[in-house]
């Protein structure tokens, strides 16, 4: 690894040792009580995950509002891709170019919740 990338990589993991981001972590766990917004864990490691990725959105690596909380696999799980879990919502589809796939489970899952609300 040539040094440049190592010193960026440095710079990089340094963010997450800075006071500002423990307090604003911390901060997050609690707003969503310490809860995994996907799968709803508590008992495990839970993540501070950026909706927006710091590395193409770095201007809002500190907004309180780009960030969510993940357990490990659920933040695993989604690598890559962009995903709000938020209020119990993935990012409608067409803003982060899902596929097919996803967006009939997406789809799916909806019509499930809403026949579920409706039945009741
Ligand atoms: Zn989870």
């Given at each position: 690894?040539?040094?440049?990338?190592?010193?960026?990589?440095?710079?990089?993991s340094?963010?997450?040792?800075?006071?500002?981001?423990?307090?604003?972590?911390?901060?997050?766990?609690?707003?969503?009580?310490?809860?995994?917004?996907?799968?709803?864990?508590?008992?495990?490691e839970?993540?501070?995950?950026?909706?927006?990725?710091?590395?193409?959105?770095?201007?809002?690596?500190?907004?309180?509002?780009?960030?969510?909380?993940?357990?490990?696999?659920c933040?695993?799980?989604?690598?890559?891709?962009?995903?709000?879990?938020?209020?119990?919502?993935?990012?409608?589809?067409?803003?982060?170019?899902?596929?097919?796939?996803?967006?009939?489970?997406f789809?799916?899952?909806?019509?499930?919740?809403?026949?579920?609300?409706?039945?009741?």
């Amino acid at each position: 690894m040539h040094w440049r990338t190592l010193h960026s990589y440095a710079r990089w993991s340094a963010f997450y040792d800075t006071p500002q981001w423990h307090v604003l972590r911390k901060a997050t766990l609690r707003r969503y009580g310490f809860r995994c917004q996907k799968c709803g864990a508590t008992n495990t490691e839970l993540h501070v995950d950026h909706i927006r990725p710091r590395s193409r959105f770095p201007k809002l690596a500190m907004d309180p509002d780009n960030l969510q909380v993940l357990c490990r696999a659920c933040n695993y799980a989604k690598r890559g891709r962009i995903a709000d879990y938020r209020h119990g919502q993935v990012v409608p589809p067409q803003r982060i170019g899902l596929t097919r796939a996803e967006c009939v489970m997406f789809v799916c899952a909806v019509g499930a919740l809403l026949a579920a609300v409706v039945s009741q």
